[in-house]
Structures are given as C-alpha cells and as structure tokens.
C-alpha cells in the first residue's frame, strides 16, 4: 500500500505512499557502497495477494480542541488495469487513513514507482497524478522533487465568497537512511526512512492574499515486507482560527507475501522507463506521500503512502 492511501501509499503515498507493475526481478542490485540501498525493489512487494494489516490512529481538529480515534486498514494487491494506455498495479485499502475504501494504481520499472491516482480521488489530486514517488535505486540522503504545479483548482471556497479557491503544489521526498523499527509485526533492522513533503499555497479571491498548507509523512520499508509504519502531520491555515492540524499513524499488525511467481508485470521492457512514459514532464516526484488536500476544507488532507508495493 504505497506512498498508497488517500494523499503519496498510499504514496508518500505515499504513500504512498507504494506499488506496481514491472520489472522488479530483473531491475540491478544497487551498490551500498556508494550509499545505494541494495535491491531497491525489493523494500515494494506487489505479487498478487499480498496483504498487509494495519492499526491506525488519528489526532485532528483545531489546535484548540483535538479529537482522537483509532481505526484499522487492510492494505491488498488486486489485479492490475489500464490507465491511460499503461498497465497499473491495483491496490485496496479498506480504510486507508480512517476515510474509507479506496483503490490506488501504481505502476513500477527499472527506474522507479509512478503513482497514477487513487478511486475515489480527489479533483486537486487528479490535476497532480502521474508523478513518482519512488526513484531506484535510493540513495541514503538524497532528495528529488516531485511536483510543482502552479494555478490548480483547489475545490473548495476557503473564504466563503463563493468563488474556489486556486492552490501551487510543490512535492519532494528524502531517502533519510536505515534504522531498527519496532510495530505490532515484530521488529525490523535497517528499514528504509523515507520523508517526503507538500507545501501549498492557497489564493483567497476575496481576501487577495494566500493561506498555507502542508503534509509532511515519513514512512519505514522493510525489504521483502513492504510498508511497515508511516506517520503524517496535516496542517492547513485558517483566516479566522487557529487552523486544522491532523496527525496519523499507522504500524503493521501482520502479513503475508505471495512467492514471487505471483508478481505483476516482471516481464516489461526496461526501455518502457517511467521516464519516458512521462518525457514532458520534468517534475516527477516521489511522496507516498503526494498527499493531496480533500475537495473538503473541514477535512484533513487524505494520505497516500508509498504505499507496499
């Protein structure tokens, strides 16, 4: 469930965050010597069946008043479609984030994991997909941009004067490096850290000035398992009070990976890069954490996570 989730699994991504279609065998082993994360993808397991258990909590509301919930997902590969001529790979969640079902497509090859989009999704983040929110091989401390996206409609009138807002987007992500992390799933040595940021600015018609926005989720991969935990802070500005600030969890109960055999798309062509399915655009990024806000104000921006592909 990639830089995945609703806002990079699903992702970030993210997160996300997150997923996909393709060469994974065949893709080089990395040199850790040169501060490359040997067999990038494998940290992104995406064989048909593999399923991933979540347990979740949030923390939202204004600064003032916080209301907290927990909640559980069940991240799965489906199937694979076509989007827009290019195979994907199908990942359910049954409530990523505490918003409910939801499907993100995420396509991989040689070079990285391409985020298409989630169903449900949101009208801003159809104005961002495609974008990458993973790059191989990762390299401990390096960083790319994903984004940068100016005169967006951001669907929703934030200054109540019945005209929506428009919104810039900027997205990068970070390979921070490996350290032991400990869930419900057991503990796992060397995980891939993994930031990746949002920052938005939101022009109010009325008031002719701009508000912020900002999602920022960092999320640790476990090769052979996938995602194993994220958290993502929320903030959005308000003209009147102190603003809406929303933070998630969510760490692995369980899981089980299909035998490689089962994986999608290993067949495809490196020449078939992400690169050059996207030759105009030179912003492609990576967040399972291409977060993306909700058409509605009063609710947070939704997660999306790298997600485990």
Same mark, same amino acid.
């Given at each position: 469930?990639?830089?995945?989730?609703?806002?990079?699994?699903?992702?970030?991504?993210?997160?996300?965050?997150?997923?996909?279609?393709?060469?994974?065998? %065949?893709?080089?082993?990395?040199?850790?010597?040169?501060?490359?994360? =040997?067999?990038?993808?494998?940290?992104?397991?995406?064989?048909?069946?593999?399923?991933?258990?979540?347990?979740?909590?949030?923390?939202?509301?204004?600064?003032?008043?916080?209301?907290?919930?927990?909640?559980? +997902?069940?991240?799965?590969?489906?199937?694979?479609?076509?989007?827009?001529?290019?195979?994907?790979?199908?990942?359910?969640?049954?409530?990523?984030? +505490?918003?409910?079902?939801?499907?993100?497509?995420?396509?991989?090859?040689?070079?990285?994991?391409?985020?298409?989009?989630?169903?449900?999704?949101?009208?801003?983040?159809? #104005?961002?997909?495609?974008?990458?929110?993973?790059?191989?091989?990762?390299?401990?401390?390096?960083?790319?941009? #994903?984004?940068?996206?100016?005169?967006?409609?951001?669907?929703?009138?934030?200054?109540?004067?019945?005209? +929506?807002?428009?919104?810039?987007?900027?997205?990068?992500?970070?390979?921070?490096?490996?350290?032991?992390?400990?869930?419900?799933?057991?503990?796992?040595?060397?995980?891939?850290?993994?930031?990746?940021?949002?920052?938005?600015?939101?022009?109010?018609?009325?008031?002719?000035?701009?508000?912020?926005?900002?999602?920022?989720?960092?999320?640790?991969? /476990?090769?052979?398992?996938?995602?194993?935990?994220? /958290?993502?802070? #929320? *903030?959005?500005?308000?003209?009147?009070?102190?603003?809406?600030?929303?933070?998630?969890? *969510?760490?692995?109960?369980?899981?089980?990976?299909?035998?490689?055999?089962?994986?999608?798309?290993?067949?495809?062509?490196?020449?078939?890069?992400?690169?050059?399915?996207? %030759?105009?655009?030179?912003?492609?990024?990576?967040?399972?954490? =291409?977060?993306?806000?909700?058409?509605?104000?009063?609710?947070?921006?939704?997660?999306?996570?790298?997600?485990?592909?």
């Amino acid at each position: 469930m990639l830089l995945k989730t609703q806002g990079y699994r699903r992702a970030l991504i993210v997160s996300a965050a997150m997923l996909l279609v393709c060469t994974g065998r %065949a893709a080089p082993l990395l040199a850790e010597d040169a501060g490359g994360i =040997a067999q990038s993808p494998d940290y992104f397991p995406d064989q048909i069946g593999n399923e991933w258990h979540y347990r979740g909590q949030i923390t939202e509301g204004p600064l003032q008043t916080i209301e907290h919930k927990l909640f559980s +997902n069940v991240s799965s590969v489906t199937g694979t479609k076509a989007i827009k001529g290019m195979t994907v790979t199908v990942f359910h969640d049954t409530n990523p984030g +505490n918003h409910g079902p939801m499907d993100s497509f995420y396509r991989r090859d040689s070079v990285g994991i391409v985020y298409y989009g989630s169903d449900p999704g949101t009208p801003f983040e159809k #104005q961002l997909v495609p974008y990458q929110i993973v790059r191989f091989p990762m390299k401990v401390s390096s960083s790319f941009p #994903q984004f940068n996206r100016k005169e967006l409609e951001f669907g929703t009138d934030l200054d109540r004067d019945g005209i +929506n807002e428009k919104a810039d987007a900027q997205g990068d992500a970070t390979v921070l490096g490996q350290d032991s992390v400990t869930v419900p799933a057991g503990t796992f040595k060397d995980a891939v850290k993994v930031e990746a940021r949002m920052r938005m600015q939101i022009h109010l018609s009325r008031a002719k000035r701009t508000t912020q926005g900002t999602d920022v989720m960092t999320a640790w991969f /476990v090769k052979g398992v996938g995602l194993v935990k994220y /958290v993502e802070r #929320q *903030e959005l500005s308000s003209l009147e009070d102190p603003g809406v600030v929303t933070d998630i969890m *969510e760490e692995l109960e369980s899981y089980e990976i299909k035998p490689l055999k089962a994986s999608l798309g290993r067949r495809e062509s490196s020449t078939e890069s992400l690169l050059a399915d996207d %030759a105009g655009d030179d912003e492609l990024r990576q967040v399972f954490f =291409a977060s993306g806000f909700r058409s509605d104000s009063r609710e947070s921006m939704a997660p999306k996570r790298l997600a485990a592909d």
